[in-house]
């Protein structure tokens, strides 16, 4: 039993830091609000170099066959630094999607092609009810000669407007399947949705009768349910590892900050009222950072109690994250509130990241119906 | 990072597991039949066992610690007595005694054949210990006490008290300050027990008349006291950690049994969504709280000290804890409040510190005595902020003129 980061692990944070904070600085972040990509191609391609981008993929396909706890490290990261660009998209949601569902040869093609740098992904898990249950899915995949015919409408489907290929869950006659479909593809139309954080980019993903060919399905048809539960773990688990490193850089600025603003004669940091609020903002990121590392633990060791785990995980990381990042603007005062001071870079990536991959009480229900039937 | 159990922690685990099954006493009834179970644990090895082996202890392992004490929990073991002297005054006699006063206590209070109290918390000094008032003053062969303690958990049934008393009033507070160990079987000791809002005395009053102190039984130097309290206050080795996850674990689940008894508007609470929205948060904390459990058993097994990260630990559990018996007496309506009468269903059995049997009622009011004992909450915020945040101090008005 050993709750610790091995020397190799703590290795990485720290490299993934430092490259962040040389490369991924505040000023990067907001030159990305008005690029019409939203991300640096430069910092991309140094990610690849890195290893970043095949971190949990098999060596074979060009990656480190590293685990979750490796990738929420890497993720952790990208939260605290408010980092702009498709990597969550691509590797989580795309990449995960692809090396849990794909054949030898889908593997080789596209976990080869992230890995090196060459590729973004994504996938497209929600509809317009927001319904993160995946037999919620309604939109359909009809048999035409030997592949399908996909219509249906998406919504907040990240990066998809870089996205190279997108995993679309649809109803084949054989029921829940995972297609992967390019979005440059005819019938396929993409318009921006824009949120408050500008970090992260979505999509409406409209999808008017859109050829696919055979090989383009991940699994047999109609058997795509339990992969869109395992992914959609993984999505939360690493959407918490984000959201606690936002949280992190909030609880760090904060602190900072209270012990040099003086206010009636004294640093505001001196008063229990402060101090206490900054107390418990400390606790939360510590119970997050428990919950996200023994999730990510837990699903990558397959434990019999990973499903839960990593609803608890986002359950609880999704309200902590909440409360510090909200906490730090109070702590800060007027100068939070403002659009030129950092904070609300982070404060609004994890208020983003909150609703997505099942909210507090999607997951809470689903704890329920865990400890309710295994007991 | 690997959270599975070693084979060994598994096989040893299993061990105590059997040991349990044919040795747990079907119920203990008085002090005596306590100290008899106490005794069978220690020769078992299954006490003291984080204490250096010269002492008489075991020398194991904080994770071999914690899984004796989760194991003691799944099978509703009674609890041993004296853990004031195994968990606080005996290894502070270990790290801060002479010689003599080891080979004096330190057995002794490992067989249970001594038992020992704390004599710190004065009814002006709380949060603010080092107000403390109680005088020890030097008679030549002696010190003579004098004073009133409040809170003295076991005092009634003590033989020992772990005394800090004010020897110097001329300097800072803190530093006037000594320790000592005094004898509780002596006239000049009059200990009553103070009845709380449970209904039960787990505490003391101790009022200190004349009361004699021996020279020998003086810890430390003079005026070091403050800085011994210090260490004994950190002494909390995780060997609970386990423990109590297990004990809230067995809680929620009679809890949830209930919520499918229990009706409101025709349908079984268990169906109905805000009650299994706040069951489903429960678990979630429940679950934190063992993840960090793990954590810090791995800090300990390094055989780091946690230091001021033992102040969130504590800080989390016990407002955790207020949370999770709020919800337990919502869930349970009026049945929660019962002391007396409660139908079987809507019972909870728990071993609370004097050995009577426990209710939901009994654990509800007992919560709100964990964010005040063993420094508050807003005391463990106070810690957390300077010692771990570097926040700084407060303008305090018994530092003003910089004399503490």
Redesign the interface.
């Given at each position: 039993m050993n709750f610790s980061f091995s020397d190799d692990q703590v290795l990485l944070k720290n490299s993934v830091r430092s490259a962040l904070d040389e490369q991924c600085k505040p000023a990067h972040v907001r030159a990305m609000f008005d690029d019409t990509r939203g991300y640096g191609e430069a910092l991309w391609s140094e990610m690849a170099k890195l290893g970043w981008l095949g971190l949990p993929f098999p060596e074979e396909h060009g990656g480190a066959g590293l685990g979750l706890v490796e990738l929420g490290l890497v993720l952790e990261e990208m939260g605290r630094a408010a980092y702009p660009g498709p990597f969550f998209a691509t590797v989580v949601l795309g990449g995960l999607g692809i090396l849990l569902g794909g054949d030898a040869a889908q593997k080789d093609k596209w976990l080869s092609a992230i890995s090196a740098g060459k590729a973004r992904a994504t996938a497209a898990l929600l509809e317009e009810h927001l319904d993160w249950d995946p037999a919620s899915t309604s939109a359909t995949a009809e048999k035409s000669g030997t592949g399908w015919t996909l219509s249906g409408l998406k919504r907040f489907v990240p990066w998809a407007h870089v996205a190279d290929v997108v995993l679309v869950p649809a109803r084949s006659p054989e029921g829940l399947s995972l297609f992967l479909v390019d979005p440059k593809s005819a019938g396929v139309t993409l318009s921006p949705m824009v949120g408050i954080d500008l970090t992260n980019r979505w999509s409406e993903m409209r999808l008017d009768k859109v050829a696919i060919s055979a090989d383009a399905i991940l699994g047999q048809p109609g058997s795509a349910g339990a992969l869109l539960d395992s992914l959609l773990r993984r999505a939360a688990v690493m959407s918490s590892a984000e959201m606690l490193g936002a949280a992190r850089r909030c609880l760090d600025m904060s602190v900072e900050y209270v012990k040099v603003r003086e206010q009636f004669g004294q640093p505001v940091g001196s008063f229990q009222a402060i101090r206490h609020r900054c107390a418990e903002m400390l606790l939360e990121a510590e119970n997050s950072h428990a919950a996200v590392y023994y999730a990510a633990w837990a699903l990558t060791a397959g434990a019999e109690d990973a499903a839960v785990a990593a609803s608890i995980c986002k359950a609880y990381v999704s309200e902590a994250a909440r409360k510090v990042c909200g906490d730090a603007i109070q702590v800060h005062g007027g100068i939070g509130f403002t659009w030129e001071y950092d904070l609300h870079l982070y404060m609004k990536r994890a208020k983003a990241l909150e609703p997505l991959f099942g909210d507090v009480q999607f997951h809470r229900e689903l704890i329920v119906r865990h400890v309710t039937s295994a007991r | 990072?690997?959270?599975?159990?070693?084979p060994e922690?598994v096989a040893f685990r299993k061990q105590v597991r059997t040991w349990l099954e044919q040795n747990l006493p079907k119920e203990v009834r008085n002090l005596e039949e306590r100290r008899a179970w106490h005794r069978k644990l220690y020769d078992a090895g299954y006490l003291g066992m984080g204490w250096p082996k010269e002492y008489g202890g075991g020398g194991a392992r904080p994770?071999e610690q914690a899984i004796v004490a989760d194991e003691m929990a799944k099978a509703n073991a009674p609890a041993p007595t004296n853990s004031l002297g195994l968990g606080i005054v005996g290894p502070t006699i270990v790290v801060h005694g002479t010689d003599a006063q080891k080979t004096r206590y330190l057995r002794k209070i490992l067989a249970a054949e001594e038992l020992w109290c704390q004599l710190y918390s004065e009814p002006n000094a709380g949060s603010d210990l080092a107000a403390l008032k109680t005088s020890a003053v030097d008679a030549g062969d002696h010190f003579v006490v004098n004073g009133q303690k409040i809170w003295t958990s076991g005092g009634a049934i003590a033989d020992w008290g772990l005394l800090l008393a004010r020897t110097d009033t001329k300097v800072a507070k803190h530093k006037g300050i000594s320790c000592f160990l005094m004898n509780m079987r002596q006239s000049g000791v009059d200990v009553r027990p103070l009845k709380q809002i449970t209904g039960s005395s787990e505490f003391c009053e101790v009022f200190m008349t004349n009361a004699r102190v021996e020279k020998s039984d003086q810890m430390g130097k003079l005026g070091e006291g403050w800085a011994i309290a210090q260490t004994t206050l950190g002494y909390e080795r995780g060997g609970r950690a386990l423990a109590r996850i297990t004990n809230y674990s067995s809680q929620?689940?009679r809890l949830?049994e209930a919520a499918?008894r229990l009706r409101r508007h025709g349908r079984p609470l268990?169906e109905d969504?805000v009650v299994?929205?706040k069951?489903?948060?429960i678990?979630?904390?429940i679950?934190?709280e063992r993840?960090?459990a793990?954590?810090t058993?791995?800090?300990l097994?390094?055989g780091e000290h946690p230091g001021a990260a033992g102040s969130?630990t504590k800080?989390?559990y016990s407002e955790f804890e207020k949370r999770f018996m709020e919800l337990a007496l919502e869930i349970l309506g009026p049945y929660g409040q019962l002391t007396q009468g409660a139908p079987e269903d809507f019972k909870l059995q728990i071993d609370t510190a004097v050995g009577d049997n426990g209710s939901w009622a009994y654990a509800y009011l007992w919560s709100r005595a964990g964010t005040i004992y063993a420094g508050s909450s807003?005391i463990?915020?106070?810690v957390?902020?300077?010692r771990?945040?570097?926040?700084?101090?407060?303008?305090r008005a018994d530092r003003v003129g910089g004399k503490a």
């Amino acid at each position: 039993m050993n709750f610790s980061f091995s020397d190799d692990q703590v290795l990485l944070k720290n490299s993934v830091r430092s490259a962040l904070d040389e490369q991924c600085k505040p000023a990067h972040v907001r030159a990305m609000f008005d690029d019409t990509r939203g991300y640096g191609e430069a910092l991309w391609s140094e990610m690849a170099k890195l290893g970043w981008l095949g971190l949990p993929f098999p060596e074979e396909h060009g990656g480190a066959g590293l685990g979750l706890v490796e990738l929420g490290l890497v993720l952790e990261e990208m939260g605290r630094a408010a980092y702009p660009g498709p990597f969550f998209a691509t590797v989580v949601l795309g990449g995960l999607g692809i090396l849990l569902g794909g054949d030898a040869a889908q593997k080789d093609k596209w976990l080869s092609a992230i890995s090196a740098g060459k590729a973004r992904a994504t996938a497209a898990l929600l509809e317009e009810h927001l319904d993160w249950d995946p037999a919620s899915t309604s939109a359909t995949a009809e048999k035409s000669g030997t592949g399908w015919t996909l219509s249906g409408l998406k919504r907040f489907v990240p990066w998809a407007h870089v996205a190279d290929v997108v995993l679309v869950p649809a109803r084949s006659p054989e029921g829940l399947s995972l297609f992967l479909v390019d979005p440059k593809s005819a019938g396929v139309t993409l318009s921006p949705m824009v949120g408050i954080d500008l970090t992260n980019r979505w999509s409406e993903m409209r999808l008017d009768k859109v050829a696919i060919s055979a090989d383009a399905i991940l699994g047999q048809p109609g058997s795509a349910g339990a992969l869109l539960d395992s992914l959609l773990r993984r999505a939360a688990v690493m959407s918490s590892a984000e959201m606690l490193g936002a949280a992190r850089r909030c609880l760090d600025m904060s602190v900072e900050y209270v012990k040099v603003r003086e206010q009636f004669g004294q640093p505001v940091g001196s008063f229990q009222a402060i101090r206490h609020r900054c107390a418990e903002m400390l606790l939360e990121a510590e119970n997050s950072h428990a919950a996200v590392y023994y999730a990510a633990w837990a699903l990558t060791a397959g434990a019999e109690d990973a499903a839960v785990a990593a609803s608890i995980c986002k359950a609880y990381v999704s309200e902590a994250a909440r409360k510090v990042c909200g906490d730090a603007i109070q702590v800060h005062g007027g100068i939070g509130f403002t659009w030129e001071y950092d904070l609300h870079l982070y404060m609004k990536r994890a208020k983003a990241l909150e609703p997505l991959f099942g909210d507090v009480q999607f997951h809470r229900e689903l704890i329920v119906r865990h400890v309710t039937s295994a007991r | 990072m690997d959270l599975n159990y070693t084979p060994e922690d598994v096989a040893f685990r299993k061990q105590v597991r059997t040991w349990l099954e044919q040795n747990l006493p079907k119920e203990v009834r008085n002090l005596e039949e306590r100290r008899a179970w106490h005794r069978k644990l220690y020769d078992a090895g299954y006490l003291g066992m984080g204490w250096p082996k010269e002492y008489g202890g075991g020398g194991a392992r904080p994770m071999e610690q914690a899984i004796v004490a989760d194991e003691m929990a799944k099978a509703n073991a009674p609890a041993p007595t004296n853990s004031l002297g195994l968990g606080i005054v005996g290894p502070t006699i270990v790290v801060h005694g002479t010689d003599a006063q080891k080979t004096r206590y330190l057995r002794k209070i490992l067989a249970a054949e001594e038992l020992w109290c704390q004599l710190y918390s004065e009814p002006n000094a709380g949060s603010d210990l080092a107000a403390l008032k109680t005088s020890a003053v030097d008679a030549g062969d002696h010190f003579v006490v004098n004073g009133q303690k409040i809170w003295t958990s076991g005092g009634a049934i003590a033989d020992w008290g772990l005394l800090l008393a004010r020897t110097d009033t001329k300097v800072a507070k803190h530093k006037g300050i000594s320790c000592f160990l005094m004898n509780m079987r002596q006239s000049g000791v009059d200990v009553r027990p103070l009845k709380q809002i449970t209904g039960s005395s787990e505490f003391c009053e101790v009022f200190m008349t004349n009361a004699r102190v021996e020279k020998s039984d003086q810890m430390g130097k003079l005026g070091e006291g403050w800085a011994i309290a210090q260490t004994t206050l950190g002494y909390e080795r995780g060997g609970r950690a386990l423990a109590r996850i297990t004990n809230y674990s067995s809680q929620f689940t009679r809890l949830v049994e209930a919520a499918k008894r229990l009706r409101r508007h025709g349908r079984p609470l268990i169906e109905d969504p805000v009650v299994r929205q706040k069951l489903g948060r429960i678990w979630s904390e429940i679950e934190v709280e063992r993840y960090q459990a793990l954590r810090t058993l791995t800090f300990l097994e390094r055989g780091e000290h946690p230091g001021a990260a033992g102040s969130l630990t504590k800080l989390s559990y016990s407002e955790f804890e207020k949370r999770f018996m709020e919800l337990a007496l919502e869930i349970l309506g009026p049945y929660g409040q019962l002391t007396q009468g409660a139908p079987e269903d809507f019972k909870l059995q728990i071993d609370t510190a004097v050995g009577d049997n426990g209710s939901w009622a009994y654990a509800y009011l007992w919560s709100r005595a964990g964010t005040i004992y063993a420094g508050s909450s807003e005391i463990q915020k106070n810690v957390i902020g300077e010692r771990i945040l570097g926040l700084p101090k407060e303008t305090r008005a018994d530092r003003v003129g910089g004399k503490a």
